[in-house]
Structures are given as structure tokens and as C-alpha cells.
């Protein structure tokens, strides 16, 4: 079976992380967030994979390449974001049997991806306490037999997991009407495949649709959380690691460092001396934590640059981001409210109780900088030193 994994998308949800990174291309733990699904697949038996690139094609491309895991990849160009359906018809020139459709900005559980390939055709289903804002499976006797979207009296509590396996004559059928939010729906080609077959749900025990940086923050605390750990770089002999750290070779773990994991700290990077890392972290290719930082539950993208003094908690850090000595990011409300972001101009409440900021590309820190919890900080923004920052910029 063929794998068509959809990673067009511009990710303008995720902003300011995807202002030069297409959204599938994020890190969460080892490799890009669509490199999961694009794994799971493979793991699971596709021949060949299809990727349907838009929004900074070459990245996926420079990453992926003729083959992956000696399975061919192919690549379809999505050059208007107009709905699912139509994504997948983009690649219609490569479907030439049966195959499946994934996301490449989700994450499932591989259990049931190699149960959706095996029972083909089949349909990820995820079950949920309010499926009213999904699209609602119904069932009977472990048959799909309807899907409804965004009922206000959901029929069923399995949401649709945006993962399928679809019979060959389905690729005949993606020329589908707009929907009423003028996109081509994947859904409406779903539908028919239940009409005319005995689709099987495939209910998935783990599943996430990455969308806000929120969501990348614990997608990484998910993947870090599998990591076996290993020591390839250099570790100074007082440094101590606890729990599940991997050190890749070429970076370095120097004197009076302690990491408790999981933590992964990626080749060229460079930790110390005497600082200390925690909860889940990853800390990209080239990435630099100094002296007596602390850094906690984040992410720091290749390039990115700590200074001494500093603390950085449940925070997302872009490429090559520059925090000067002594930043502070606060992490947590007094009032113990859900911290709230900024998400396509609105605020949006993020479930959490401890998040820190959102950093874009190139952010610059004056020195003793104070960061408030759900900051956002667009691609170059700067501060000045010893500012207390809690507007967005």
C-alpha cells in the first residue's frame, strides 16, 4: 500500500514557529514532526510514500529526499491550500491501488496504524468526552456506517483521527464539491467509501494533532518521553545524567552539569558548565545553554543560545534565538488560571498551567530580560536590557 502524507500546510496557527519553517518540518525529539508519520508508515508496510509538499517545499524535500529508509518517496505540489480531498488529488497521478491518507502534523500510536493498514479500508478513530467540535463516526457492529461532522448531538464519542485506508476506486472519487468553509473535504470522499464498503474503525489509544506551539511542546514531551538512552558526545566525569539522556556525538556535556531526563541533547551542542536540565528538553543541533542556566521542559531549536544565569521553563525557542544572560521566564500564573496565548490574533486559553513564551527565529534578549507566561515573540524581536516584557512583540 501507498502512504500519502499531507505536510502543505503553512501552519499560521503555530506562528512564529513556521514563518520560515513549514509546520510538518518542526523538531518534536529526533527528526521533524511529519518524519513520525511518515515512520509510522513505513513501519507499517507502505511500499511507497507520497508526500504533498506546499508552503517551504524544498525544506521537506532537502529532508527526505529520492528515499527514506529505502522506500521511495514521491512528492506532489499542493499550490493552494484548498482542503484535504484536494491535497490528496494532487497526488492522484501516483495511486495506482489501494492506499492510505496520514497527516503529517499528527501523531498516532503505531498499533493502530499497522491495524489500519492491515484492515484497509479502515479509518482512525480517537475517543474523546465532547466530540461535538469533530467529525463524529457512527458505528455498528464494528462497521462504520456514517460520519457526521460537528454534531451538536454527537451519535457516538469516536472522533475521526484524520487517518485512512482507502480502497483503489477512492482515488476516482476526489473531485469533491467545496464544503460550506469552501475547502474540498477528505471526509466527503470517506463517506462514499462507507457506502460502498465495510469500513473497519481502527480506535487509536494515543493520537495528537499538532497545531499550536503548545501542542509541539507536548508532542516533544510525548517523543522525548520514548527515548532510550545512549552517550556519544562528550560528557564531563562531575556532570550527572539521570533517567533517559541521550548525548549525540559532537555535543558537550561540561563540568557541574546535572540533566535529568528525558532529555536529547543534538550534535553540536554544548551545555554548561554548572547548569542544570530538566523535565522533557530537547536542545537542537548547535544549541547553547551557559553557565548556571537553567532550562525546563522546553525546546530549544538548532542555533539557539541561552545565556549565563538565565531560566527558561515549558517554553519554545526558534532558530537562533539569543536570550543575554540573566533572562528570566516566568512560567506559571499566581492565580493557577489556565495560561492563555496569542493564537492568529485572539488569545487562546492552552490548557496548561505552566507555559513560558513562544520565540520566533532570531529573537534577541537584552540582558536581565523578564518574560511573562504565554509571551509571544515575532521572528527578530528584541528587548531591551533589564526590560520586564508581558505584551506580545
Known sequence: ?????????????????????????????????????????????????VLV???E?????????????????????????????????????????????????????????????????????????????YGVLSTIDGTVTGIVEKPSEPPTNLANAGAYAFPADAAEWLEVPESDRGEHEITDVLARVIDEYAVTPVTLERWMDVGRPWELLEANEWKLGELEGRIDGEVSEDARLEGPVVVESGAEIESGVVVEGPALIREGATVGPNAYIRGATLLGEGAKVGHAVEIKNSVLSPGATVGHLSYVGDSVLGRDVNFGAGTTVANLRHDDETIEFTVKGERTATGRRKFGVVAG?????????????GLRLDVGATTTPGETVDRDR
Open 57 to 133: 517545499a524544498d525544506t521537506v524535500r532537502d529532508h527526505f529526499g529520492d528515499r527514506y529508509r529505502g522506500v521511495p518517496i514521491q512528492y506532489a505540489i499542493q499550490e493552494e491550500q484548498a482542503g484535504t480531498a484536494h491535497a490528496v488529488n494532487t497526488a492522484r497521478e501516483h495511486i495506482d491501488g489501494p492506499f492510505a491518507v496520514l497527516n503529517g502534523d499528527n501523531l498516532y500510536d503505531q498499533a493502530a496504524i499497522d491495524r489500519l493498514f492491515a484492515e484497509s479500508p479502515a479509518v482512525c478513530a480517537f475517543e474523546v468526552d465532547d466530540p461535538r467540535n
Open 361 to 373: 527565529d532570531e529573537v534577541k534578549t537584552g540582558i536581565n530580560t523578564s518574560l511573562t507566561p
Open 53 to 55: 509538499i506546499g508552503y
Open 1 to 49: 500500500m501507498k502512504a500519502i502524507v499531507l505536510a502543505a500546510g503553512e501552519g499560521t496557527r503555530i506562528r512564529p514557529l513556521s514563518a520560515s519553517l513549514p509546520k510538518p518540518m518542526l523538531p518534536v525529539a529526533d527528526r521533524p514532526l511529519v518524519a513520525h508519520t511518515v515512520d509510522a508508515a513505513i513501519d507499517a508496510g507502505a511500499t511507497e510514500v
